[in-house]
């Protein structure tokens, strides 16, 4: 088989991998690959196994077995792409891990979602499955989610909180934020921020929907875990900040890496 288009990865390199982890953010592939090493003594490569666009994959090893970091970019096309031609390489499990804002009281900066099913405010998931058809989670990784982020959140103290996230294909309209340069969002979005709460959404984000869409028409297993990095409903308008930012994204990670290793092992009480 050749190497796929947007990946640039062949079956070859990747060694049987069957797990992959998401991130968006194609600098964080290789801050995920460098966790799991320390984890579980082995060393990181130096250059990744793939660089091509937005999409930059390591190759890692959690209990023995090989998994893939691979970078996602921002949103939902893209995602599409990275799921799809991993699932052609024989990788049947997808976890996203990434960064979110909450949308709820009670969701401190520094805790983490598990999302288990997400409002498909995307686009791409309908070129999937029509609207109806469900963006939900697999149980088997929100176990293993819940789970990793319940024992670690004992040990490093954040909160885990399990629920519906909203997808969205934009950052600033579509979440309703009126800081972007328009200073200003349409009508038909207008109050929906208040409305996903009283629909007891817990967060924003702008991966999940179509992820779990794709993995559920193609038969294959995901699940997304995002790290808090501000807050909706206390501070509307405050810039992120970088201790808030590194705190969400290393605890998100460090739950992934966690629930990759009970996926792989088979440590899941069902």
């Known amino acids: 088989m050749p190497a796929m288009y947007h990946l640039d990865l062949d079956a070859a390199r990747i060694r049987g991998a069957r797990v992959a982890l998401l991130p968006g953010d194609p600098g964080r592939s290789r801050l995920i690959a460098e966790r799991i090493a320390a984890a579980h003594g082995a060393r990181t490569a130096e250059r990744p196994l793939a660089s091509n666009r937005e999409f930059c994959t390591y190759l890692a090893e959690i209990a023995g077995a090989p998994v893939l970091v691979t970078s996602t970019g921002i949103g939902g096309p893209s995602t599409s792409i990275a799921v799809d031609e991993l699932a052609q390489l024989g990788v049947r499990t997808f976890l ?35 609207l109806p058809y469900p963006a939900v989670a697999h149980h088997e990784a929100v176990l ?11 040990r490093l103290g954040f909160g885990t909180h399990v629920g519906i996230t909203a997808s969205t294909d934009t950052f600033y309209q579509g979440q309703e934020r009126q800081e972007g340069f328009a200073r200003w969002v349409p009508r038909h979005l207008q109050g929906m921020t208040e409305e996903w709460r009283r629909l007891h959404v817990l967060n924003y984000e702008m991966e999940a929907a179509t992820l779990f869409t794709v993995a559920s028409a193609f038969g294959l297993r995901a699940g997304c875990v995002t790290g808090v990095i501000n807050s909706r409903a206390s501070d509307e308008a405050r810039p992120i900040r970088p201790e808030d930012l590194r705190r969400g994204q290393e605890h998100a990670v460090e739950v992934a890496i966690r629930a990759a290793e009970l996926l792989l092992t088979g440590a899941l009480p069902l």
């Not at 949308?103 to 499955?129: F, K, M, N």
């Open 96 to 130: 996203r891990v990434g960064t979110t804002g909450a949308i709820q009281d009670g969701i401190a900066l520094g805790d983490v979602v598990v999302t288990t099913g997400a409002v498909r405010l995307d686009g791409a998931s309908t070129h999937y499955a029509p």
């Open 144 to 154: 293993a989610l819940v789970l990793a982020a319940k024992e670690l959140g004992a």
